[in-house]
């Protein structure tokens, strides 16, 4: 083994480990016990959550009495209060009950509360993600070529509803002599995410797969790295609402590399 791929082997198994250890934190995809959209409780009762919780225009309205057990804003809580979307990380949520977080959502103007239990089954059974090795032949360079202008297509998610996905362009890359492409969507700070799947997908991996490739330069080279190919947060928790794959990302060879299953 070169230098090099000494290197690239230790940082990928350093880039295991932490995975492991976010997605085993208490507040981690596995703790995701519930998501509940309020059009589906248009009484505002939420399973096994106290309070009453009610879109109104912009905001959700929480009402609860002081025996609900509710904190917001780290105070115990009575009365009633507006709430937007929490934009960070679960356990920065402003409502809690206990050890919980309650982390209010919004898709596509359908206003949601998500549970976060540190004590979920799903994280007290947790063993480790099963992922292959880092390899050399699963990094290659890529080219993102934009959209004149940003697009979003319809697709179904984990949950079995329909949403929009938006899509920035594409890149394109060659494994083993044959060129491919995926259509990826462009993150805030120039880095791109792509949903796909592969000819192995549902039998040696997850039915389908996320990868983050770095933000591409001023020419649009960037890399793809199937090796650090993550599953997507449905896979620890039947609560999250991933999108699959958009028309043109199943590609037709199997990408044995990255994350593959939960052990």
């Known amino acids: 083994m070169t ?3 000494a290197a690239a082997a230790a940082s990928w198994r350093r880039w295991h480990e932490d995975r492991n250890a976010a997605v085993a934190a208490p507040y981690g995809p596995l703790a995701l016990a519930g998501t509940w959209w309020l ?3 248009p009484e505002g009762r939420l399973p096994d959550i106290p309070g009453t919780w009610v879109a109104e225009g912009e905001d959700v309205v929480l009402t609860a009495a002081e025996g609900d057990g509710l904190s917001v804003d780290g105070k115990p809580f009575a009365g009633t209060v507006r ?3 929490d934009t960070g990380a679960p356990e920065a949520s402003r409502v809690a ?3 919980r977080r309650l ?3 919004v898709r596509e103007e359908v206003w949601g509360v998500r549970d976060f239990d540190p004590d979920a089954e799903a994280r ?3 063993a480790g993600i099963e992922a292959t090795p880092h390899e050399d032949r ?3 360079p890529a080219r993102f070529t934009p959209y004149a202008e940003d697009r979003v297509v319809r697709v179904p998610n984990a949950d079995g509803r329909e949403r929009g996905l938006g899509l920035g362009g594409e890149v394109v890359f060659t494994l083993d002599g044959r060129e491919h492409g995926l ?3 462009v993150q805030g700070d120039g880095s791109l995410w792509a949903v796909f799947a592969d000819a192995g997908s549902g039998v040696s991996s997850h039915r389908f797969r996320f990868l983050y490739p770095e933000a591409p330069d001023a020419e649009g080279r960037t890399t793809v790295d199937f090796n650090r190919a993550v599953l997507p947060p449905c896979a620890f928790s039947d609560a999250f609402i991933c999108p699959f794959p958009p028309p043109g990302n199943t590609l037709p060879v199997e990408i044995g590399a990255g994350e593959r299953t939960l052990r």
């Open 39 to 41: 059009e589906d409780h």
């Open 3 to 5: 230098t090099d791929a």
């Open 138 to 140: 699963w990094s290659v």
């Open 183 to 185: 259509r990826v969507a």
């Open 83 to 85: 709430l937007g979307a």
């Open 97 to 99: 009950l206990g050890g």
């Open 124 to 126: 007290r059974r947790f």
């Open 103 to 105: 982390v209010v959502l």
